[in-house]
């Protein structure tokens, strides 16, 4: 299976914005469906966009729609997201996660980066 690693968190400031990576290395890239997931302090784990095999099947947390958006590049082995308008309320570790096309669950995962908004 993929290996995944995370990178591009940081501080900033309310408004601002921040583009995270996750390059995947391993398995075949294109054969995995690729989510983002984010856990604040004292919540669950959460859901934030979804990105299918080949760019396509785009879906968001009602939370970021119109603000992130996610992206991958399969030539690359890399997936992205692009956080804009960031508010306090984004705070949290970043999770990059992986799922082959025939799997409903994401079962690989990343390490995090820490995302935290000031206000």
């Known amino acids: 299976q993929v290996q995944l690693v995370e990178s591009g968190g940081g501080l900033v400031q309310a408004g601002g914005s921040l583009r995270l990576s996750c390059a995947a290395s391993?398995?075949?890239?294109?054969?995995?469906?690729m989510g983002w997931f984010r856990r604040a302090p004292g919540k669950e784990r959460e859901f934030v966009a979804g990105?299918?095999?080949?760019?396509?099947?785009?879906t968001y947390a009602g939370s970021v729609r119109g603000r992130f958006t996610i992206s991958r590049d399969n030539a690359k082995n890399t997936v992205y997201l692009q956080m804009n308008s960031l508010k306090p309320e984004d705070t949290a570790v970043y999770f990059c996660?992986?799922?082959?096309?025939?799997?409903?669950?994401?079962?690989?995962w990343g390490q995090g980066t820490q995302v935290t908004v000031s206000s």
């Open positions: 996660a992986a799922r082959q096309r025939t799997t409903a669950l994401y079962n690989v």
């Open positions: 391993g398995r075949t890239f294109s054969n995995y469906e």
């Open positions: 990105i299918g095999w080949s760019g396509g099947s785009i």
